[in-house]
Each structure stands twice: as structure tokens, then as C-alpha cells.
């Protein structure tokens, strides 16, 4: 491609918009252009990029025979209406009416469009398993767009679903997507950790999440510094118990704690740790008041918190509901004489607190050398809290360490949790009609060409990994007005091109410093620069990776790239 005849708006500047590098570098380089907060174009290079990522994404999911279809955008509301998910999400789904006031919602996943489709079709054992996929936008309302593709409100998504006659069989087709997702991220070059995850409002029982390890990532993950051990630190399990001090058990004494609210205002008031007092909060769950307990230098999972109560939903109960409950405040709660209609659910480690403090549900009083079982009973020990750096891994191998990711995969056995309010079945080989066993699965395509900008980047601009490059080389001519470098950008641009290389030839009248500058901003992996001795048929080649330079006569310049892109 011409550079002259392309469309590629570089910014010298740096977006005031644009918080991370990524977005920056994908608007400076002009491979993005933002139409609304949330809503991007993509220009040649990125466009170039996307068809690079999905090619990749084709293969892998070919190999694991998943088809390809293309559903629409447009889903009539009765369909969402069906699993009642019309009604459970709220505004982070478009809706939209046709001319006869007809509610549509605009895609923001496609399980009912898909189930609705094979359901009408796929009727017999015979015909499963079947797994379909397809490479759409979709769309999603969400509160705060930011960090460019990283969370945009129209986005491309690779979206597969699978249908079964067994569970077995689901399994099987979950491992083998589980392996072509790490084919598809390895083969992008990304630096990635596969993750046990949550199912989140989608329900199903096994998940995980493909996480492109970066700080600026929104997902933390907790892994083993010596096992594979890895999960999204709402599902990272913590089964350390604690050795029970056979401390002497003393008699529960009421403490005058005028305004202490916060555990750190009762550590130091009281002069005692954290880890013996017992923090207690009251949840809602399912609409339901719970009380919570964990340690006080522990922190309440909500995730955890809403998988043990197998509740849709918790959120902390609002002040007014806990002073109507307890008459006193979030700050003065404790686990002693609760209600006893309220259920009490505790984190493991309390159980090992002796002569803790607690709140004494009455303000500006706390209570202390209380004790779990003689002074306040537990409905339920649980799992309830966030791991810490340096826990014990669950696998007892290792201890925890953290990192930020970008979620650019996620995988789920679905189980009937769609194929039963679709009605989605089939006769099995005994005549009896069973609902499909399904899975679903997602790749987050516009957002890995971010990801990839964020892992592969310098102060000077991107530096595509050779297959998703938009082009593989960058063929610039420093004075287009010299016969000599002219017709010799001109004999490789055609030779190079032969060679079924893609090459971005900047023809443009610009000065070097310029072509130089946009160069090093796109991040194409090989730039061969014709310069002065062009007349005697030497360029000089540089590596964008390593930033390396050298020079090759011309008559070498087709084997050495072959050797290079290795005989693509
Ligand atoms: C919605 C809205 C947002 C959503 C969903 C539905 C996330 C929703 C989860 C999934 C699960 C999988 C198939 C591909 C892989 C991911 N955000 N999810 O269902 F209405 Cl507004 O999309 N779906």
C-alpha cells in the first residue's frame, strides 16, 4: 500500500482524553479515531490488525470443529423476555423499538439468539454435539467507558456455543476450547494467565478467564509463585485454617469506645490487633439481612460471599436497614445477641479468634475477650474472604502473589441454564427429550488488539508482534525527489510485493525525520530505508523489536526477509 493513497492520521500530540498508553498509541499511530465515548472507528491499520487477530481466531476454531454463522445485531425483546433477562439487566443493555413499537435489544451476547436458532433445527442425539461461533459486534451500555477498546460500548467479541446430549460431552468440547484458547493468545504473542473464574449472573458451573498479564488491567489475579495455581482473585479459594491459641478464655467485658468506628480506630484505642477482632457486617442477599463475620484485617468476598449463600445477589445492607435492625451503627455492630432470626455466616478464621473484640450493637461501645461458639453462635463457616499476598496457595503449594490482567477470554459450562427457559431439546438415544447441555465462549477481539498494545510498545510507538502487524515492513524512501532512491523504492516496493510481502511504501513528500517518527509510531516489524546509497543498491534495515539497524544489498534484501518472517 501507498502510504500517500492510505488513510493513516498520525498525532504527534498525545490525546488529553487517552489515559493509558495503549489508547494513546492506537490514536497517535491512527489505527483508532473515537466517534462517541465508547464507540471507535477503526482506520486501515487497525482494521488490518483486526483481520490479523480473527485469522488466527478462524484457525483455531476450525481445528476444534466450530462453524461459523453470523446472527443478528437486532433481537427481538420476547427472546430475552424468555429467560428473563429482559427484565433482570437494566440500562447496560440497549433497547430499541422498531416503527410499530416493537421492543428489540441490541446484542450484547447472543445465548438466546443462538438456542433459539438450534432448538428449531437440532432435534435428535444424533445431531450433537455442535458447536457454532461467530465474529460480531456487540453492544453494551456501560457506566463508564474508558481506556479506548479496553471497555468500549460497541465492541467485537468472538462468541462460540456449544449443544450436547451429556455433560461428558460438554466436557470434552470445554477442554478442547480451553486448548484453543491457549493456542489463539500464544499465537498472539500475548503474556497470559489462564484463570479459574466466576460464572458471574450467567450461572453454569466450571469457567475461566484468559487474562493478559498488565498493571493497567481492571481484573486482579491471585497465582502460585511455584504451581500453575491461578484464579481471578473473586474465585482465589483460601482454606488456611488457624491454630486456635490455647490462650485462656476470659469473662466478656463491655468498653466505653466513644466514636470508634473503623477496626483501625479500635486497634490502637484498645491497643490489640486486627486479626482478634471480629469484624461483622450485615448483607443483603436475595433481599434477605445476613450477618457476615470475617477478621478484622480480612476483607468480605462478595463474590464468595453470594456463591455460598447460592444468593443472585448481596450488597451491603444501607444504615438505615442496620439501625432499624440493631439500633446502632455500621460501626458499632457485633456477632453478640443478634437477632436470632438473622442468620450468622462466618469466615473460617473466625473460628480460631480467642477473646476477640467486636462491636456491642450498641454506639460508642465494643466488647471485648468474646468468643466465637461460647458467646455467639455461627450458623455456617465458609470461605468469605479476599486472599492475601503471601497466603498459603490452595494447592499448599506456594504462597499467593497478585498481578493485574485485561480479561481478553472467558469460557463457560452453561449446563441447561438457557436450554430450559429456550426449551431447547432434543430425543436422546432412549426417545426421551432432554435439554441440550451447552457452553459458551468468548474472546474479546477488539479488545486483544489493546492488550497487544499494551504489552508490545516503546516510548517511541506500537511494535506489532510479526503476525499481527498490519503490514510486515515499512519501505520509506528519504527523498522521493532523488532519482536514485526513487526508482529503487520503486524496483523493491514491486519486487517485495512479489514475494507476497505487505509492505507500506511511504512515498510521501515528508522530510526524513517525519517518515522516521510515524515509523517508529506504527511499530511495523521491518523498516528498510533508502537513502544515499541507493545509487549503489544498499539499504538500511531495521528490527523494531530490538530497535537493532544494518545494511543489506539489494540483491540479498528477499531471502534475508523470508529467513525473518521465517517462509511465511
Ligand atoms: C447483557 C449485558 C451485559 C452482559 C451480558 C448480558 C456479560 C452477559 C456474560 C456473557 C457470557 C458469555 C457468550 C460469549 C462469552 C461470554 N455482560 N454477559 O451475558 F445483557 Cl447488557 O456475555 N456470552
Keep these: 500500500m501507498k502510504q500517500s493513497l492510505s488513510f493513516i492520521p498520525t498525532m504527534r500530540e498525545v490525546p488529553s482524553d487517552a489515559e493509558i498508553l495503549s489508547h494513546q498509541l492506537l490514536l ?19 482494521k488490518k490488525v483486526l483481520s490479523k487477530i480473527e485469522l488466527i481466531i478462524r484457525e483455531e476454531m476450525e481445528a476444534i470443529d ?8 437486532l433481537q427481538q425483546a420476547e427472546l430475552w423476555q424468555k429467560t428473563g433477562r429482559w427484565y433482570s439487566y437494566g440500562p447496560e443493555l440497549f433497547r430499541v423499538k422498531d416503527r410499530h413499537q416493537r421492543d428489540f435489544a441490541l446484542g450484547a451476547t447472543h445465548e438466546e439468539v443462538i438456542t433459539s436458532l438450534v432448538r428449531d433445527e437440532v432435534k435428535s442425539y444424533k445431531k450433537l454435539p455442535l458447536t457454532l461461533y461467530q465474529i460480531q459486534t456487540k ?43 491457549t493456542n489463539i493468545f500464544t499465537r498472539l504473542g500475548l503474556n497470559f494467565r489462564t484463570v479459574i473464574a466466576d460464572g458471574g449472573t450467567i450461572g453454569g458451573t466450571d469457567t475461566h478467564e484468559f ?24 474465585m482465589a479459594e483460601m482454606n488456611t485454617t488457624f491454630e486456635k491459641s490455647d490462650e485462656v478464655l476470659l469473662e ?18 484498645l491497643d490489640t490487633e486486627a486479626t482478634k ?41 444501607y444504615e438505615g436497614d442496620v439501625i432499624e435492625l440493631l ?14 432470626d438473622l442468620k450468622v455466616i462466618a469466615d473460617h478464621a473466625i473460628a480460631s479468634v480467642v477473646n476477640g473484640v467486636c462491636g456491642a450493637n450498641e454506639d460508642d461501645f465494643h466488647l471485648i475477650n468474646v468468643n466465637p461458639e461460647r458467646d455467639f453462635a455461627v450458623d455456617r463457616y465458609a470461605d468469605l474472604r479476599f486472599v492475601q499476598e503471601g497466603d498459603t496457595t490452595p494447592d499448599g503449594e506456594g504462597t499467593i502473589k497478585f498481578a493485574q490482567g485485561i480479561e481478553v477470554g472467558h469460557i463457560f459450562k452453561l449446563g441447561t441454564t438457557y436450554s430450559e427457559p429456550m426449551e431447547g431439546t432434543f430425543l436422546d438415544n432412549n426417545g426421551r427429550n432432554q435439554h441440550y447441555q451447552m457452553g459458551c465462549y468468548g474472546i474479546g477481539v477488539s479488545r486483544i488488539m489493546a492488550a497487544v498494545a499494551e504489552q508490545y510498545n516503546d516510548e517511541n510507538g506500537l511494535k506489532w508482534p510479526k503476525n499481527l502487524a498490519p503490514f510486515n515492513i515499512h519501505l520509506i524512501a528519504l527523498n522521493m525527489k532523488d532519482e536514485a532512491q526513487k526508482d529503487l523504492a520503486d524496483e523493491l516496493y514491486k519486487l517485495l510485493k512479489s514475494y507476497r510481502f505487505e509492505v507500506l511504501y511511504d512515498d510521501r513528500p515528508e522530510r526524513a525525520g517525519v517518515k522516521f517518527a510515524d515509523s517508529d509510531l506504527i511499530g511495523l516489524p521491518i523498516r528498510i530505508t533508502i537513502g544515499k546509497k541507493a545509487s549503489v543498491g544498499i539499504v538500511e534495515v531495521k528490527y523494531r523489536s530490538s530497535g537493532e539497524s544494518t545494511e543489506w544489498p539489494k540483491e540479498e534484501i528477499t531471502e534475508k526477509l ?7
Design 28 to 46: 497517535r499511530a491512527g489505527f483508532i479515531r473515537q466517534n462517541a465515548s465508547g464507540i471507535y472507528s477503526y482506520l486501515p491499520l487497525g
Design 66 to 73: 466450530a462453524v461459523e454463522v453470523f446472527m443478528p445485531a
Design 139 to 181: 453492544f453494551r451500555d456501560e457506566l463508564r467507558p474508558r481506556f479506548g477498546l479496553l471497555r468500549g460500548r460497541e465492541f467485537i467479541m468472538k462468541d462460540a456455543y456449544s449443544f450436547h446430549a451429556t455433560e461428558e460431552s460438554l466436557d470434552e468440547k470445554y477442554q478442547d476450547m480451553k486448548q484453543a484458547y
Design 211 to 234: 487474562m493478559a498479564l498488565s498493571e493497567i488491567g481492571e481484573d486482579t489475579i491471585a497465582y502460585s509463585d511455584t504451581s500453575p495455581y491461578a484464579a481471578n482473585i473473586e
Design 252 to 269: 466478656v467485658e463491655k468498653i466505653s469506645t466513644p466514636n470508634m468506628q473503623t477496626i483501625d480506630d479500635i486497634v490502637s484505642f
Design 277 to 317: 477482632c471480629i469484624k461483622t457486617l450485615i448483607f443483603k442477599a436475595d433481599e434477605k439481612l445476613v450477618a457476615v463475620l470475617c477478621r478484622g484485617d480480612h476483607e468480605i468476598n462478595d463474590i464468595k460471599l453470594k456463591n455460598a449463600l447460592g444468593a443472585d445477589t448481596v450488597e451491603l445492607a
Design 327 to 340: 439500633s446502632c451503627g455500621v460501626g458499632s455492630i457485633g456477632p453478640v445477641k443478634l437477632p436470632l
Design 562 to 568: 523470508q529467513a525473518f518472517f521465517g517462509a511465511e
